[in-house]
Nanobody, 126 residues
């Protein structure tokens, strides 16, 4: 079955960095657009960043633009989220998601994603 397993979360001070990884199995990875979402306590899950099947198209939410970078390695079936200059407001559970796509495009709509990981906690202290 399809599995998405996130790792790399943790506790970091404001201004620090973390790199999240999401390893996918049970699917043809290169056929899926991938995304990172996050959910803070009491808030809705929100789009953070997305990458197209080939990796040629990227999109980052305005709140993380210039600080976070999404990337993927189709040879390793893994998508990454490099997070720099972290702020306390970045504290959330981070989820990766996969969406089967024939067209090579970024997907930003949460409901369009087919598969989700279990999430990894990121806590940024001030």
């Amino acid at each position: 079955q399809v599995q998405l397993v996130e790792s790399g979360g943790g506790l970091v001070q404001a201004g620090g960095s973390l790199r999240l990884s999401c390893a996918a199995s049970g699917l043809t990875f290169k056929a899926y657009a991938m995304g990172w979402f996050r959910q803070a306590p009491g808030k809705e899950r929100e789009f953070v960043a997305g990458v197209s099947r080939s990796g040629s198209s990227l999109l980052h939410a305005d709140s993380v633009k210039g600080r976070f970078t999404i990337s993927r390695d189709n040879t390793k079936n893994t998508v990454y989220l490099q997070m720099n200059s972290l702020k306390p407001e970045d504290t959330a559970v981070y989820y990766c998601a996969a969406d089967f796509r024939i067209v090579d495009k970024v997907v930003v709509i949460l409901s369009e994603y087919d598969y989700w990981g279990q999430g990894t906690q990121v806590t940024v202290s001030s």
